[in-house]
T-cell receptor, first 112, second 116 residues
């Protein structure tokens, strides 16, 4: 049972434009959401997170938006750069949980 | 080292053999996790260690899988009588506490296991 879903396996964006990666979840207990980035042959690395008490968190070129009523979050990257090309995983957990629930990932390709 | 270290980076084994995967977490990290990623799938939780507490084994897919951790250091994941469906990248991660709040999981590069 996939509790965190990323329905777009891939996304291609022109350099300088905005990249929008989407994530949906089903478990209303989730109160903390994270995005991880993964390059080939490396482990995922933390990118940005958001608590359920917020609807937006920004860190430089990266912004995460949370819509609790729709159980949806998105990651915006602007402007996109070729070095952003990677697989992006959405993850979620609840306070006191012992693990993160991950989506299947979206492969972002930023075209120079 | 500064990061989470996993060995071996690649392991090819024959069906039915046992394999042991190793993880060296970041020094001082009390929490340690094992995940696996099958081809085209998301990261699947396997097991969680936190300090000296009993591990959360709820993600282990069968009794062929087991893991141990010595104190707050090295962990080994053992798969007995490997099957072809065990082929995956096995990822280890550590953190200073649990996965919530501002805690971040730091992942190793993984072990690519191929069962022939």
């Amino acid at each position: 049972d996939q509790q965190v879903k990323q329905n777009s396996p891939s996304l291609s964006v022109q350099e300088g434009r905005i990249s929008i990666l989407n994530c949906d979840y089903t478990n209303s207990m989730f109160d903390y959401f994270l995005w991880y980035k993964k390059y080939p042959a490396e482990g995922p690395t933390f990118l940005i997170s958001i608590s359920s008490i917020k609807d937006k968190n920004e860190d430089g070129r990266f912004t995460v938006f949370l819509n609790k009523s729709a159980k949806h979050l998105s990651l915006h990257i602007v402007p996109s750069q070729p070095g952003d090309s990677a697989v992006y995983f959405c993850a979620a957990c609840w306070t006191g949980a012992n693990n993160l629930f991950f989506g299947t990932g979206t492969r972002l390709t930023v075209i120079p | 080292g500064a990061g989470v270290s996993q060995s071996p980076s690649n392991k090819v084994t024959e069906k039915g053999k046992d394999v042991e995967l190793r993880c060296d977490p970041i020094s001082g990290h009390t929490a340690l996790y094992w995940y696996r990623q099958r081809l085209g799938q998301g990261l699947e939780f396997l097991i969680y260690f936190q300090g000296n507490s009993a591990p959360d084994k709820s993600g282990l897919p069968s009794d062929r899988f087991s893991a141990e951790r010595t104190g707050e250091s090295v962990s080994t994941l053992t798969i007995q009588r490997t099957q072809q469906e065990d082929s995956a990248v096995y990822l280890c991660a550590s953190s200073t506490n649990g996965p919530t709040g501002n805690e971040k999981l730091f992942f190793g590069s993984g072990t690519q296991l191929s069962v022939l």
